[in-house]
């Protein structure tokens, strides 16, 4: 005879011990209040951000979850942010081999491109400071689902947001559309250079 | 190809901040004597890239310590582990895109670590040559004679037969990681005259499609019945039990038994062992390859991410 | 973390699949220029080395001048090199050797006894006893 076991689990609001399971409630719930999967409010700066580049809104709401929401029950952006960090560092290497071309003697070049820039100089563009600022003036600080780190990793968390746009953008409509969305989005509209300007100074 | 980058002006505004961070050294290698070099010539259409001129080439097979004095591959080379990590990213991300970001890292770096790297630099016939200076000269040789070999200076020095000195430092690098590097600044060569696309195409015929790793082996699972069962609840399915299907000689000193895990209706996985708990957890690891393994048609799954437990 | 990845240790390289890089890369000519034994040799090396260079670009073509019989050496990426010596071989059977020499995969000759080997697994699986019908089970 075959059985299923089954366990009766009994939660109580009021008291959090270890070992006792939480209600939904109280962990399905953003640091901002906002219960997942969030209000029709909760996508639209998002959307915004998104600009003409058209995503499902599960996909966007999975963008804007982090791996430390709800224990990972819900989709989270892990994988997202992981090929759009990639994609972003290509776009910004690829950038720079073709602005400094007049940095080097044109017999020292690659097909009138420059590859010898230092990795340090191009990686600020992309790093973790400048793609959080511009998720903060995005307006999409607080329609994100995450646990309160003990540490602070905001940043890191934020900047996983935006890597995940554009990995999003990269797995839904391809290569191209996402290079266009770097260019038209993160550079004009979110103006990512004037954000990373300050920090080329300091380390120039 | 793309468009002129037009937002990225920004960045030839900063040239003065590029030129600060331009590292380069040595003279540049001219095409015409590049060109009559036999190697170099072998090896474009040996890979089929006539296309690329034989400077680039010659430029690809000079490693940061080679003691020629030309200009070396640093730069390519960087460029190159760039656009490999991308596009074989990219590449398993969407043949399995339930596998695990860390297994995902790990299977990337099976394709383009430099030992991984340095076996195909072997398979295209690169041929290296870690002369110092003074060796080339005392054999009557310039420093074009070396161009076409790959050239670098080996950690790895023998004083006298039997004896080896191990140096270290930025000078100095192993065979692997000289071979490993080269590989990636020919696919930087390549992106340079063939633009992306045609390089995506080069890195899948020549770096990820000739490598067969077996993924069954690529994971190890710490807890996988209870992994089973979170992935279960999470995904809306009914808890999976375990079963017994077949089963011989459990009084004997070689048991077999061969169990399977179903969710509801549904057989999840199968497995055997010698025990009846072995087999119930072969059958569960059973059943989560066949869900992290999985492989759409479609290049557009996005995943929800693996099981937290 | 439940699943943790772990290092493969016997991943394959297979050339030809996506694409096939020639395992010839290197062949060297010796011949004397004063033996008899090199005559076929030198008027092959005289009359057609030219043709026979170019029309295998990518396999780098050295001329050796040594005393002693003529020989044909090919390397190949294996790490493997192949000699063959053509004393006394007129022009036509030193081509038959040089061509041996470039079709050569560099791996050691020997008899396959099955018509496919292959790294991947078979499609068919091993046969159980465990998986056939129950009253045909063997019974202990």
Known sequence: MA??????????????????????????????????????TTLAPAKKFLGDFKLSDPLILQCLVHKSFAHGKVPYNEKLAFIGSE???LEAARAAAQAGNQALPKELTINGQNFDISSNAIELLTSAQVLSKICQNAGLDDTLFYKTPKRDLTSSIRAKTVNAFVGAVLLESGSTAAFRFIDDRLMREHNLFSIAEPLYRDSA | MRRVLGPWQFLRKQSSYLEAHTRVRGRPIQLSIAEKVPRIRALQHRLQLNDIPADALARSLIDGTSTLDYVNNTGLSRFGRTLLSFYALRHFMIKYPRLPSHVLKHLVHQYTSMPALAEHAKLWGIQPDNRSSLGRYLSGEEDTDGLGFLSYS?????????????QSGSAVTSLTDAMGGCVRAIVASVYAHRGLELVEQFVSQYIIEPRQVDLTQIMAFSKPTRELSVLCAREGMEPPVSRLLAESGRFSSQAVFVAGVFSGDMKLGEGQGTSLNEARTRAAVNALQGWYLFSPKVSNYVDAGEVVI | MPVKAIP??????????????????????RFCNWGGSSKGMRELLRTQLKDIAAKDPKIEFNVLQESGHPVIQGE?????????????????????????????????????????????????GVWSPFHVEKEYRFKI
């Open chain 1, 3 to 40: 059985y299923i076991q089954t366990r009766h689990v009994s939660s109580l609001a009021a008291v959090t011990a270890k070992g006792l399971r939480k209600l939904p409630e109280q962990y399905m719930r953003s640091v901002a209040g906002v219960m997942y999967p969030g209000e029709p």
């Open chain 1, 87 to 89: 994609l972003l560092r």
């Open chain 3, 8 to 29: 493969v240790v016997g991943s394959v390289l297979r050339n030809g699949v996506g694409a096939f890089v020639h395992p010839c890369k290197r062949i060297t000519l």
């Open chain 2, 154 to 166: 080996d950690k790895i020095q023998e004083v006298e037969p039997g004896i080896q000195k191990i």
């Open chain 3, 76 to 124: 190949y990426t294996n790490g493997v090199k192949k000699t063959i010596c053509v004393r006394n071989k007129n022009p036509t059977e030193i081509l038959e050797k040089l061509t041996f020499i470039k079709d050569c995969g560099g791996t050691k000759l020997k008899k396959y006894k099955r018509a496919v080997e292959s790294t991947n697994e078979s499609v068919r």
